[in-house]
């Protein structure tokens, strides 16, 4: 999803197409006269100088006619880019104001997005402030954390800062519910799919319940694209995920195992068996191992077969890990990574990943731990 709406969103934070004139003024102190001022465009090529002029007795001023299509766009003040402010392009007087002294406290206004972006800034940064303070207060204790191999303490310190981070989410989802007319919206609505923030059919929601003034900009139109590109996805997923539902015969796949012979999954089915998607580099695959080797142990006599399917890159790390882990069972791999046809097939896109077939092949559950793997392999093995 991310890919999607990459080129949609550039950076900060911004709103209909005017043919209305704009002006922007612009109220600085630390520059001195002469000093240039540039607008920028972004795109994925870089930075685009449209227009330019110069600071005069900490003032300076673009006007013009005409609006261009409404972005993003950025002041920058004097040529290192080291100061360059988003704005939002639309008709009306924006105002900027900026102390080179206080460089964190910015300030657009005078025309509405412009204005509810600065507001919407200003909320933000206090999120930003609570992380940064954060990270400065536990900075220490982490790192003592990390050297120890205190893994409770560092995922403790994880999950607080993961919380403070979900405080964006949800400061971008209150904004949009409450100005759908804006074209922030649509930006902040791109950034959420951007990071996977929401599902698809949250997505959806989000910009349908968006007013048509957003949604015929030219922006507005890409992400309606993106989204049909999404449904199609989903639409593709979904059946993937249809042919190894439970009940459904598993798919037969074959590959090759460590010494270069082709296996299948067909010719190798016991009273019950285990598909176990998993890699060498997989932290919780091979936390895992010991509890799928102790099941093995104990019903490996009584028909149970496991087959295990590697997304290993390496052949080495796959065989090395195989011998650590103590994993005797056939093995197989594409050595293909995520692009592995069997995972493809099966629509396995996280690992840890297993599937419980019966005798008859056939998908009897899926992602079964603990007691409830146990009891299940016991019942298809009575």
């Keep these: ?205 989000y910009y349908n319940d968006l007013d048509a003034s957003v949604k015929d900009t030219k922006k507005g139109k890409e992400f309606a694209e993106n989204l049909k590109k999404i449904e199609e996805t989903q639409k593709e997923s979904q059946a993937k995920q249809d042919k190894v539902a439970i009940g459904k015969k598993a798919p037969d796949f074959s590959a090759n195992t460590p010494d270069g012979k082709t296996e299948s999954l067909h010719k190798n089915l016991g009273k019950a068996t285990l598909i176990d998607f998993w890699a060498s580099w997989c932290g919780p695959c091979r936390k895992e191992n010991p509890n799928v080797v102790a099941l093995y142990n104990k019903y490996k006599a009584q028909g149970l077969k496991i087959i295990g399917v590697s997304l290993d890159k390496e052949k080495d790390a796959w065989v090395k890990a195989i011998a650590d882990d103590k994993l005797d069972w056939l093995q197989v791999s594409n050595l293909k990574f995520w692009d592995d046809a069997i995972a493809k097939d099966y629509a396995v896109e996280a690992i840890p990943a297993t599937f419980i077939l019966d005798a008859n092949g056939t998908i009897v559950a899926k992602d079964l731990k603990g007691a409830e793997l146990d009891a299940k392999i016991a019942e298809l093995l009575k």
């Design 1 to 205: 999803m991310k890919k999607l709406f990459a080129l949609a969103f550039t950076t900060a934070v911004l709103v209909s197409c005017n043919k209305d004139g704009y002006t922007i003024k612009g109220d600085v102190k630390g520059f001195e006269d002469g000093t240039k001022v540039y607008i920028n465009k972004q795109d994925e090529n870089g930075f685009t100088k449209i227009d330019s002029t110069e600071v005069k007795g900490g003032t300076f001023t673009f006007k013009n006619d005409k609006t261009p299509e409404t972005d993003i766009y950025f002041i920058e003040l004097g040529k290192t880019q080291e100061f360059m402010y988003p704005f939002i392009f639309e008709k009306g007087e924006i105002k900027f104001t900026f102390d080179k002294e206080k460089r964190d406290e910015v300030k657009v206004n005078g025309t509405k997005n412009n204005d509810l972006m600065t507001s919407y800034n200003d909320e933000a940064y206090k999120i930003q402030k609570e992380i940064m303070d954060f990270q400065q207060q536990n900075q220490a204790k982490f790192m003592e954390a990390q050297q120890k191999g205190d893994q409770a303490t560092m995922q403790s310190l994880m999950s607080q800062i993961t919380k403070i981070q979900e405080k964006y989410v949800d400061q971008n989802k209150k904004f949009i519910d409450s100005n759908k007319d804006s074209y922030i919206s649509l930006l902040l609505l791109t950034q959420l799919a951007m990071s996977d923030a929401l599902t698809p059919d949250e997505i959806k929601k």
